[in-house]
């Protein structure tokens, strides 16, 4: 199958740095997003998100014509749908998948569809939406032939093939991951396979769509579960006085266990979010994935809880001192070691809740970012490691960056400490 014209839906973290790695091998590509400000920055040859090297290589796609952005879907050979799979806003705690974007893009390239075209479906996505995509499609195209009622002689090959890469890392991982193909046919899983050895040299493995869409789900998941084994853990060494990071090491010399380390918390948008859509499907039967969920979830409060009892250790021993004259530094917000990306963040959370309830002073160290984000920590400083370790009180430590393994344990005598990540405690 030849692939001239490749259309990418969704232009965010994970579609645009695929349209400009396709373009890269000089196909032509045409992204399309609803966002007017992305479409018009990425025609400057501009990028709107944060990812190294990207810039260049949309700057250079761009200039060079194989990359064009629009807002409306135009005819191609081949359509990789890359938009959000959030939950849905109504129904509060329930973590229901929101399918709504998916739909929306299925419909918008419904009308420039032709027989021969591929569509592969990158969003993560519960089981069954791959199925969705087909069953929208054929909605609105019934002069087309769909893989779910005509097999391997449909006029269109749909397919599913999640997307694994690690942000930061994206331009490499692109190309280099391994990728899981799941086509609704075999014919659409080997036309697939034909579009991503375009650009990838990783090995591309196929499957059914529905294995490929719980294959994102269960990678995930695996890692979330556990992550709460090793939070839980944390959780009842606190409580039987044990040292958690001693515990876990000794553990660690048995030959066929690896506990991973705990921390304050699941953040970032995959591990924290995958496992529900498992969760909503079959909630009967995924009682350990969400008991998982519910652990990490909860690792932050945990941590606040802890602050305030050290804070209540302090007065105790400083009888003379008011709650107003505690100062409290949290070293860390961003959601993993070494990089500045805030969102989904729990350190972010556990320091906006401490920061919130504490009447004394609140100092956050953050090496990786040169100012607070406007409107979340109103009334908290941002200071350097030295600055903050001479004032505080309570030190919390929220996030393993690498500066902090360096301070001097002679810093740090004298505070209430709380390592939630164990590079002081272990
Ligand atoms: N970011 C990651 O690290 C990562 C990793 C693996 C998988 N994923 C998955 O990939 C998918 C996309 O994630 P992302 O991080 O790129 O999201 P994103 O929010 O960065 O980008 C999505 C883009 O889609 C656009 N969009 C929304 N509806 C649209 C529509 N109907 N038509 C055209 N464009 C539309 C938005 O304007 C946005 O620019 C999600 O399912 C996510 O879970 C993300």
Same mark, same amino acid.
């Given at each position: 199958?030849e692939f001239?014209?490749i259309?990418?839906?969704?232009?965010?973290?994970i579609?645009?740095?695929?349209?400009a790695?396709?373009?890269?091998?000089r196909k032509?590509?045409?992204?399309?997003?609803? +966002?007017?400000?992305?479409?018009d920055?990425?025609?400057?040859?501009?990028i709107?998100?944060?990812?190294?090297?990207?810039?260049?290589?949309?700057?250079?796609?761009?200039k060079?014509?194989?990359l064009?952005?629009?807002?409306?879907?135009?005819?191609a050979?081949?359509?990789l749908i890359?938009?959000? @799979?959030?939950?849905?806003?109504?129904?509060g705690?329930?973590?229901?998948p929101d399918?709504?974007y998916?739909e929306?893009?299925s419909?918008?390239?419904?009308?420039v569809?032709?027989?021969?075209?591929?569509?592969?479906?990158?969003?993560?996505s519960?089981?069954?939406?791959?199925e969705?995509?087909?069953?929208v499609?054929?909605e609105?195209r019934?002069d087309?032939?769909? /893989?779910?009622?005509?097999?391997?002689?449909?006029d269109?090959?749909i397919a599913h093939? /999640?997307?694994?890469?690690?942000?930061?890392?994206?331009?490499?991982?692109?190309?280099?991951n391994?990728?899981?193909?799941g %086509?609704? !046919?075999e014919?659409?899983?080997?036309?697939? @396979?034909?579009?991503?050895?375009?650009?990838v040299e990783?090995?591309?493995i196929? @499957?059914t769509?529905? @294995?490929?869409e719980m294959?994102k789900l269960?990678?995930n998941?695996?890692?979330?579960?556990?992550?709460?084994?090793?939070?839980e853990?944390?959780?009842i060494c606190d409580?039987?006085?044990?040292n958690?990071?001693?515990?876990?090491r000794?553990?660690?010399?048995?030959p066929?266990?690896n506990?991973?380390?705990?921390?304050?918390?699941?953040? %970032?948008?995959?591990?924290?979010?995958? /496992?529900?859509?498992?969760?909503?499907? !079959?909630?009967?039967?995924?009682?350990?994935?969400r008991?998982?969920?519910e652990? +990490?979830?909860g690792?932050?409060?945990?941590?606040?809880?802890?602050?305030?009892?050290?804070? %209540?250790?302090?007065?105790?021993?400083?009888?003379?001192?008011?709650?107003?004259e505690v100062?409290?530094?949290?070293?860390?917000?961003?959601f993993?070691?070494?990089?500045?990306?805030?969102r989904?963040?729990p350190a972010?959370a556990?320091t906006?809740?401490?920061?919130a309830?504490?009447?004394?002073?609140?100092?956050?160290?953050? /090496?990786?970012?040169?100012?607070?984000?406007?409107?979340?920590l109103e009334?908290?400083t941002l200071?350097?490691?030295?600055d903050?370790l001479?004032s505080?009180?309570?030190?919390?430590?929220?996030v393993d960056?690498?500066?902090?393994?360096?301070i001097?344990?002679q810093?740090?005598?004298?505070?209430?400490?709380?390592?939630?990540?164990g590079?002081w405690?272990?």
């Amino acid at each position: 199958m030849e692939f001239n014209t490749i259309s990418v839906i969704g232009l965010g973290y994970i579609g645009l740095p695929t349209a400009a790695v396709i373009a890269s091998r000089r196909k032509k590509v045409v992204g399309v997003d609803v +966002n007017q400000h992305a479409v018009d920055t990425i025609n400057k040859g501009e990028i709107h998100i944060v990812e190294p090297e990207l810039d260049m290589i949309v700057h250079a796609a761009v200039k060079e014509g194989h990359l064009r952005a629009t807002t409306s879907p135009e005819p191609a050979d081949a359509f990789l749908i890359a938009v959000p @799979t959030p939950f849905k806003a109504e129904g509060g705690n329930d973590h229901v998948p929101d399918l709504s974007y998916i739909e929306a893009a299925s419909k918008a390239i419904a009308p420039v569809l032709n027989k021969g075209n591929l569509v592969i479906l990158e969003s993560t996505s519960p089981v069954g939406a791959t199925e969705r995509v087909a069953e929208v499609l054929a909605e609105a195209r019934p002069d087309l032939t769909f /893989p779910q009622s005509h097999g391997e002689d449909s006029d269109i090959r749909i397919a599913h093939c /999640p997307e694994r890469v690690l942000p930061g890392h994206v331009i490499r991982e692109l190309v280099e991951n391994d990728r899981v193909i799941g %086509g609704m !046919t075999e014919r659409c899983s080997k036309a697939a @396979t034909a579009l991503y050895k375009i650009f990838v040299e990783g090995e591309c493995i196929t @499957t059914t769509a529905r @294995t490929a869409e719980m294959a994102k789900l269960t990678e995930n998941s695996f890692r979330d579960v556990n992550i709460a084994f090793a939070n839980e853990l944390s959780i009842i060494c606190d409580k039987l006085d044990i040292n958690v990071w001693e515990l876990i090491r000794l553990s660690n010399r048995h030959p066929r266990v690896n506990i991973l380390q705990p921390g304050p918390g699941v953040g %970032g948008h995959c591990i924290a979010v995958d /496992p529900w859509f498992i969760v909503s499907e !079959t909630p009967d039967e995924a009682r350990l994935i969400r008991a998982a969920r519910e652990v +990490n979830d909860g690792k932050p409060q945990w941590v606040i809880d802890k602050v305030n009892e050290a804070v %209540g250790k302090f007065l105790s021993a400083n009888p003379e001192k008011t709650a107003k004259e505690v100062s409290i530094a949290c070293f860390g917000l961003a959601f993993k070691p070494d990089i500045d990306d805030l969102r989904e963040s729990p350190a972010l959370a556990i320091t906006q809740k401490i920061a919130a309830s504490n009447p004394g002073q609140t100092l956050i160290v953050e /090496p990786n970012i040169e100012a607070l984000p406007a409107g979340k920590l109103e009334g908290c400083t941002l200071v350097t490691a030295d600055d903050a370790l001479e004032s505080a009180d309570v030190v919390v430590l929220l996030v393993d960056h690498k500066p902090f393994k360096s301070i001097d344990p002679q810093q740090l005598e004298g505070c209430y400490l709380i390592d939630s990540r164990g590079i002081w405690a272990a």
